[in-house]
Nanobody, 116 residues
Framework: QVQFVESGGGLVQAGGSLRLSCAASGSTFSSRQIGWYRQAPGKQRAMVALIGASGTSTNYADSVKGRFTISRDNAKKLVYLQMNSLKPEDTAVYYC?????????WGQGTQVTVAS
């Protein structure tokens, strides 16, 4: 199994940037697609970005395309989410997870708040 710990969130002004980190444990990390997800107050959790096991394939939600970049370092078992040109609607708790694990167990996430 793989477990995740998210960090790097905070309060930022609109137009600013943040880089989130996701530290993973478990021996199968490097073979799994990993995603960043977010949940805003009163809304369902939604996919933000996905990265394939090797890091060469990525996929983004339309709302973040061109602003967010997902990357990974398999040697360090880390996944990053670089977030630029942040908007108030990006305010949410951000989580990472592996879709192949069924998305049933979640870490505590990291809060991102974008002030207008």
């Amino acid at each position: 199994q793989v477990q995740f710990v998210e960090s790097g969130g905070g309060l930022v002004q609109a137009g600013g940037s943040l880089r989130l980190s996701c530290a993973a444990s478990g021996s199968t990390f490097s073979s799994r697609q990993i995603g960043w997800y977010r949940q805003a107050p009163g809304k369902q959790r939604a996919m933000v970005a996905l990265i394939g096991a090797s890091g060469t394939s990525t996929n983004y939600a339309d709302s973040v395309k061109g602003r967010f970049t997902i990357s990974r370092d398999n040697a360090k078992k880390l996944v990053y989410l670089q977030m630029n040109s942040l908007k108030p609607e990006d305010t949410a708790v951000y989580y990472c997870n592996a879709p192949s694990l069924g998305l049933r167990s979640w870490g505590q996430g990291t809060q991102v708040t974008v002030a207008s």
